[in-house]
């Protein structure tokens, strides 16, 4: 008996060979049984075998793992069972990483005694900005000493893609922020040379070794992923490296791709490299290796491998067999619950002082900074030579230093989706995207990652992230610095969408927004930051006591009517709303109570029903355009929630829908909602 390996043992060999034989058989079975399994997508790893193998038996309980749909081989060799992967084949109610939610092969794994898996979506290559969000948390607690590792038993990170996926944009982020801070992440791609039926020679120049030529702090290596001996040399060298030395890696690995793209998108409709393929296949490779070195004769391999396809037939019955999900469990998992349901702390203080807007909010991250070590603040210019471009971040890099308050790049899919990272190792991500109208690139992010880690991990994963957005028109800030965006937020379920219009509220909600286990996002309106614009001197306000906090989804009552004979109004608004309504209701004494929403998703439709019991009419104020909007929609429901209220439709009032707010400054007040338009809308109102 020959080794086969200077550095692997041959029962090592063999035990990755059994694993990469289980894969097959998996494969082959749900081939077989094409009636059933064609129920639900599935995608399969033949062909990358050997790469993967070699991967993922170097996981251990303390790495974390980001993958794609063709990883059922690694997440069989880091140690989850055939019956756990065919459960989620089956979409049943124990599939251990989501309960059904979602395909096969997309991992969530948060388990004590294996690597763990934040959740993964199906958008090719966007599991990279998350797990760069791992990496970048693990070293951030290595830097504050929240963690430390017995020598070489540090965390690793691996994150696997396929060869097309790595040419999409936010790949490019997550390398790049894995180069510039140096963070201890293996990325592994899997080069099958297709896309799905796009051909690289179609597709793109070079490979992804070529793209990290680009980003010279990751240490790049190519392998023949068939070869498993020389993929589980390589791969165990680079996870000790990364284990001491705390860096990146990025290994090409060539592969053959040699089932179908997809259960649904079958190979013979388009491949004409089959056959070709096919002479690269790994299990041949090593089964002649492991022959011809006398490891094992050919009759014990085809005992291995009938033994292997029993055990796996027997399991494959019992997922078929498994119970289905209850529909009740998934409705559980719309948020991770919060712990904060009241107001509580003093808003008015005895001792407390006129404070503006902008620095309410400056003293409520000082003051969470402070208690939490856990906690950082990061984002375009938030670092200590600026301090945020409205100095909403003044001071907090010299206090708290560079590793908590830091400069990112510009790189809004970064700065949002490296949040689930973060919260997945523990900590509390404030992060800043430095205008709404830069929102855009990150919200693919915001929507196909954190929005739904926690549904579709089935509760493993809440995220935790505040995202603090300023918004808003005011002062000419042009086309792309005044847009109002929470229309389209709101339309993302399973985030919290926050707009506030003082600095007691912005104080107050900041800090339940921090406790909160769920993504959001905090519209912060540039305009009242500090009371420039005339009216909305009450953004500056007494500064609560530094345990004020106020529940998201409760609204504020900002000006109270007691019933009449005469007709009366409530306007629904939040944000600068507020102040065209304060000065409006002037006009019409004792007639209008005003609502302040402060939280847009959830939205407290108790208070809402409430004021229009009293007043019996309604008017939705907001900065954004009416047509199709978050405001068009609450009136609806309004309407019918509140029919047997009403003595008129409830009314709407927004800025004038156009794609942009104009720089000019007369243009811009015109576009806006002004005190004189709401007060004709609640005149009209009155007559009803
Ligand atoms: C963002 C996004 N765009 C498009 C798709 C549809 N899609 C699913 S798989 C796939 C091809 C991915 O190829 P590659 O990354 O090379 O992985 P392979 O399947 O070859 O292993 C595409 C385009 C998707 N899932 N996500
Ligand atoms: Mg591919």
């Given at each position: 008996m020959?080794?086969?390996?200077?550095?692997?043992?041959?029962?090592?060999i063999?035990d990755?060979?059994?694993?990469?034989?289980?894969?097959?058989?998996?494969?082959?079975?749900?081939?077989?049984?094409?009636?059933?399994?064609?129920?639900?997508?599935?995608?399969?790893?033949?062909?990358?075998?050997?790469?993967?193998?070699?991967?993922?038996?170097?996981?251990?309980?303390q790495?974390?793992?980001?993958?794609?749909?063709?990883?059922?081989?690694?997440?069989?060799?880091?140690?989850?069972?055939?019956?756990?992967?065919?459960?989620?084949?089956?979409?049943?109610?124990?599939?251990?990483?989501?309960?059904g939610r979602?395909?096969?092969?997309?991992?969530?794994?948060n388990?004590?005694?294996?690597?763990?898996?934040?959740?993964?979506?199906?958008?090719?290559?966007?599991?990279?900005?998350?797990?760069?969000?791992?990496?970048?948390?693990?070293?951030?607690?290595?830097?504050?000493?929240?963690?430390?590792?017995?020598?070489?038993?540090?965390?690793?990170?691996?994150c696997?893609?396929?060869?097309?996926?790595?040419?999409?944009?936010?790949?490019?982020?997550?390398?790049?922020?894995?180069?510039?801070?140096?963070?201890?992440?293996?990325?592994?791609?899997?080069?099958?040379?297709?896309?799905?039926?796009?051909?690289?020679?179609?597709?793109?120049?070079?490979?992804?070794?070529?793209?990290?030529?680009?980003?010279?702090?990751?240490?790049?290596?190519?392998?023949?992923?068939?070869?498993l001996?020389?993929?589980?040399?390589?791969?165990?060298?680079?996870?000790?490296?990364?284990?001491?030395?705390?860096?990146?890696?990025?290994?090409?690995?060539?592969?053959?791709?040699?089932?179908?793209?997809?259960?649904?998108?079958?190979?013979?409709?388009?491949?004409?490299d089959?056959?070709?393929?096919?002479?690269?296949?790994?299990?041949?490779?090593?089964?002649?290796?492991?022959?011809?070195?006398?490891?094992?004769?050919?009759?014990?391999?085809?005992?291995?491998?009938?033994?292997?396809?029993?055990?796996?037939?027997?399991?494959?019955?019992q997922?078929?067999?498994?119970?289905?999900?209850?529909?009740?469990?998934?409705?559980?998992?719309?948020?991770?619950?919060?712990?904060?349901?009241?107001?509580?702390?003093?808003?008015?203080?005895?001792?407390?002082?006129?404070?503006?807007?902008?620095?309410?909010a400056?003293?409520?991250?000082?003051?969470?900074?402070?208690?939490?070590?856990?906690s950082?603040?990061?984002?375009?210019?938030?670092?200590?030579?600026?301090?945020?471009?409205?100095?909403?971040?003044?001071?907090?890099?010299?206090?708290?230093?560079?590793?908590?308050v830091?400069?990112?790049?510009?790189?809004?899919?970064?700065?949002?989706?490296?949040?689930?990272?973060?919260?997945?190792?523990?900590?509390?991500?404030?992060?800043?995207?430095?205008?709404?109208d830069?929102?855009?690139?990150?919200?693919?992010?915001?929507?196909?990652?954190?929005?739904?880690?926690?549904?579709?991990?089935?509760?493993?994963?809440?995220?935790?992230?505040?995202i603090?957005?300023?918004?808003?028109?005011?002062?000419?800030?042009?086309?792309y610095?005044?847009?109002?965006?929470?229309?389209?937020?709101?339309?993302?379920?399973?985030i919290k969408?926050?707009?506030?219009?003082?600095?007691?509220d912005?104080?107050?909600?900041?800090?339940?927004?921090?406790?909160?286990?769920?993504?959001?996002?905090?519209?912060?309106?540039?305009?009242?930051?500090?009371?420039?614009?005339?009216?909305?001197?009450?953004?500056?306000?007494i500064?609560?006591?530094?345990?004020?906090?106020?529940?998201?989804?409760?609204?504020?009552?900002?000006?109270?009517?007691?019933?009449?004979?005469e007709?009366?109004?409530?306007?629904?608004?939040?944000?600068?709303?507020?102040?065209?309504?304060?000065?409006?209701?002037?006009?019409?004494?004792?007639?209008?109570?005003?609502?302040?929403?402060?939280?847009?998703?959830?939205?407290?439709?108790?208070?809402?029903?409430?004021?229009i019991?009293?007043?019996?009419?309604?008017?939705?104020?907001?900065e954004?355009?009416?047509e199709?909007?978050?405001?068009?929609?609450?009136?609806?429901?309004?309407a019918?929630?509140?029919?047997?209220?009403?003595?008129?439709?409830?009314?709407n009032?927004?800025?004038?829908?156009?794609?942009?707010?104009?720089?000019?400054?007369?243009?811009?007040?015109?576009?806006?909602?002004?005190a004189?338009?709401?007060?004709?809308?609640?005149?009209?109102?009155l007559?009803?």
């Amino acid at each position: 008996m020959s080794n086969l390996s200077a550095s692997i043992s041959n029962e090592q060999i063999l035990d990755a060979y059994r694993t990469m034989r289980t894969a097959r058989h998996m494969s082959d079975i749900f081939e077989e049984n094409a009636k059933l399994t064609s129920k639900y997508v599935h995608a399969c790893s033949n062909g990358h075998e050997a790469i993967q193998v070699a991967s993922g038996r170097l996981l251990k309980k303390q790495d974390w793992l980001s993958c794609y749909y063709r990883d059922d081989s690694i997440l069989l060799s880091m140690g989850m069972k055939p019956y756990e992967l065919m459960l989620q084949l089956f979409a049943k109610k124990d599939d251990p990483f989501s309960g059904g939610r979602t395909y096969y092969s997309h991992p969530s794994l948060n388990r004590d005694d294996l690597a763990k898996i934040p959740h993964q979506s199906s958008a090719t290559g966007m599991q990279t900005i998350p797990a760069a969000g791992v990496a970048m948390g693990l070293q951030f607690r290595e830097s504050q000493g929240l963690d430390s590792w017995d020598k070489g038993e540090a965390p690793v990170v691996m994150c696997s893609i396929g060869d097309a996926a790595t040419t999409e944009g936010e790949v490019s982020e997550a390398m790049y922020m894995s180069a510039l801070k140096k963070m201890p992440i293996v990325w592994l791609i899997q080069d099958n040379e297709w896309d799905i039926s796009a051909h690289a020679s179609e597709i793109r120049f070079g490979d992804a070794a070529t793209m990290a030529a680009g980003f010279p702090p990751i240490e790049m290596h190519k392998v023949d992923g068939t070869d498993l001996v020389a993929c589980m040399e390589l791969m165990e060298e680079v996870f000790d490296t990364v284990r001491t030395e705390r860096r990146p890696f990025l290994i090409h690995a060539k592969v053959p791709l040699l089932g179908h793209h997809t259960s649904g998108v079958r190979r013979e409709f388009y491949r004409d490299d089959l056959e070709e393929a096919r002479e690269r296949d790994p299990l041949p490779r090593i089964e002649k290796l492991l022959i011809d070195g006398g490891i094992v004769a050919q009759k014990e391999l085809d005992e291995i491998s009938a033994q292997l396809r029993k055990q796996v037939e027997k399991e494959f019955a019992q997922a078929r067999d498994a119970d289905e999900p209850v529909f009740a469990d998934l409705l559980d998992h719309k948020y991770a619950p919060t712990d904060i349901v009241e107001e509580k702390g003093e808003r008015h203080p005895e001792s407390g002082e006129m404070t503006l807007m902008v620095d309410c909010a400056l003293h409520a991250m000082q003051e969470l900074m402070s208690e939490h070590p856990e906690s950082l603040l990061y984002g375009q210019d938030v670092g200590k030579r600026l301090g945020g471009v409205f100095r909403e971040a003044a001071t907090l890099g010299d206090k708290f230093g560079d590793r908590r308050v830091f400069n990112t790049p510009i790189q809004e899919a970064f700065i949002i989706g490296s949040t689930v990272g973060m919260s997945c190792v523990g900590l509390k991500p404030i992060v800043e995207v430095q205008f709404a109208d830069y929102i855009w690139p990150g919200l693919n992010q915001l929507f196909t990652e954190l929005s739904r880690s926690y549904l579709l991990s089935n509760g493993q994963w809440p995220v935790h992230s505040l995202i603090r957005v300023p918004i808003g028109a005011y002062g000419s800030g042009g086309p792309y610095h005044s847009s109002s965006v929470e229309s389209v937020l709101s339309n993302i379920r399973g985030i919290k969408v926050v707009y506030p219009s003082n600095g007691a509220d912005l104080k107050g909600l900041i800090k339940a927004a921090f406790h909160d286990p769920n993504p959001v996002v905090m519209l912060e309106h540039k305009g009242l930051y500090w009371s420039k614009i005339p009216g909305t001197e009450e953004a500056k306000c007494i500064e609560p006591s530094e345990d004020y906090i106020i529940p998201l989804g409760k609204a504020r009552t900002v000006l109270e009517v007691s019933p009449t004979d005469e007709a009366q109004c409530s306007i629904i608004t939040y944000g600068r709303g507020v102040y065209w309504a304060i000065e409006a209701a002037k006009k019409f004494n004792g007639l209008v109570e005003i609502i302040d929403l402060r939280s847009i998703i959830p939205i407290d439709m108790d208070a809402i029903a409430k004021s229009i019991t009293k007043t019996n009419r309604c008017l939705v104020l907001t900065e954004e355009p009416i047509e199709n909007s978050f405001g068009l929609s609450l009136s609806g429901r309004i309407a019918s929630e509140c029919f047997e209220s009403l003595d008129a439709a409830p009314h709407n009032l927004g800025s004038i829908s156009l794609p942009a707010i104009p720089l000019n400054s007369e243009m811009e007040a015109a576009i806006l909602p002004s005190a004189e338009k709401v007060a004709a809308k609640i005149e009209d109102l009155l007559r009803f």
